[in-house]
């Protein structure tokens, strides 16, 4: 049966660790543990941004995993959650940590919200995690235990919970000030790859979909995060928010100054 759940994961014949570790600037010794699987999470996303560039120059955003590799690992690109949680998914099947994908459904913007976003779910030390490398500038930043409920947990400067809902389903919360906000909500339920795929069309295609209206480019770091949104760039350092404005001819030039982008 495990053969067969391994069969709805994303596959890339052309993954190899070693490039991908060269890619994350990853040093040491892999280990399974729930800080060995941090360090590995927080290497790629402060090294791998998150970004929506291609979406804005009207390109097909491919799911096919040896295009994503060839993207991130070979391009020195970033991506958004399908991408970035892809090629993270590749690593943990490589390295042998059990994992499933699931659907959830953003709430940051107001309305009604479909299912869009990729998150997954690994079995580490026993424990299951909430592992999301792709929601954006709100991204949890280490593996967050599913049975945490009701529990501020700090991440670096930021504040996480998990609560459950009326519907059973979990609700992840970022405390901003001393309220909470609603981030996005999740079951357990596992799903394929290729489930993602209509999802995938809408947010790259869709003239309401958030990626097609707006241009992002997130980079965590360990003080904080950048934030390029529209025509401004929103740092954070040890919770101290500065944003700077830039003209459309500077873009290049910060997309490589910042955010070690070349497109």
């Not at 995938?200 to 209206?213: E, G, I, L, R």
């Amino acid at each position: 049966m495990e053969q067969s759940k391994n069969n709805y994961k994303i596959e890339a014949s052309s993954f190899d660790l070693h490039q991908y570790l060269k890619r994350i600037n990853f040093e040491g010794e892999i280990k399974l543990s729930l800080e060995g699987i941090k360090k590995l999470m927080q290497s790629q996303i402060f090294n791998v941004p998150f970004e929506n560039i291609d979406v804005q120059a009207g390109k097909v955003i491919s799911l096919i995993g040896d295009d994503i590799v060839n993207q991130i690992v070979h391009k020195n690109r970033g991506g958004y959650c399908y991408q970035i949680n892809g090629i993270f998914s590749l690593m943990l099947q490589e390295i042998g940590v059990p994992h499933y994908y699931i659907a959830v459904r953003p709430l940051v913007n107001p309305g009604q919200n479909a299912k869009t976003h990729l998150a997954i779910i690994a079995t580490i030390e026993n424990e299951e995690y909430l592992i999301d490398l792709g929601f954006g500038g709100n991204s949890i930043r280490e593996p967050l235990k599913l049975n945490e409920i009701e529990t501020e947990i700090m991440q670096d400067s930021e504040t996480f919970t998990l609560v459950k809902t009326e519907e059973d389903e979990y609700l992840l919360q970022l405390k901003i000030g001393k309220e909470w906000s609603n981030l996005y909500s999740f079951d357990l339920n596992p799903q394929r790859w290729i489930d993602f795929k209509p999802a995938n069309h809408y947010n790259y295609s869709h003239p309401d979909s958030f990626f097609t209206q707006n241009l992002i480019v997130v980079l965590q770091n360990p003080l904080g995060k950048k934030i390029l949104f529209k025509n401004s760039i929103k740092s954070v350092t040890n919770g101290i928010t500065e944003i700077i404005s830039f003209e459309d001819n500077q873009l290049d030039t910060i997309l490589e100054t910042e955010f070690n982008l070349k497109v």
